[in-house]
């Protein structure tokens, strides 16, 4: 079993930045591949952001550039680096797991970008 816990998410004006965190129970370096989703109102959710434990990574097109995801196996913490951000960036932000064949869900952590 593997729990997740977002945190970072708030307030940020249009072309600011933002970080967040996704800590886990366990060791990350076990989990195969972890990721971000987002879902915004009234729209499914989305692939943000995705790394394995090898390190690497692929973006949804909507956010290369201006998005990074990296993890501290030391710290079982993956993170979302936020930057340049748009109002559509606003969404809650989903922390994912892959592990033995399960997907693992956080509870997610609100963005808004608004001025």
């Known amino acids: 079993q593997v729990q997740l816990v977002e945190s970072g998410g708030g307030l940020v004006q249009p072309g600011g930045s933002l970080r967040l965190s996704c800590a886990a129970s366990r060791s990350i370096s076990s989990i195969n591949r972890m990721g971000w989703y987002r879902q915004a109102p009234g729209k499914q959710r989305e692939l943000v952001a995705a790394?394995?434990?090898?390190?690497?990574?692929n973006y949804a097109d909507s956010v290369k550039g201006r998005f990074a995801i990296s993890r501290d196996n030391a710290k079982d913490t993956m993170y979302l680096q936020m930057n340049s951000l748009k109002p559509e960036d606003t969404a809650v932000y989903y922390c994912n797991a892959l592990y033995m064949l399960r997907v693992y869900w956080g509870q997610g952590t609100q963005v808004t970008v608004s001025s």
């Open positions: 790394i394995t434990s090898g390190g690497s990574t």
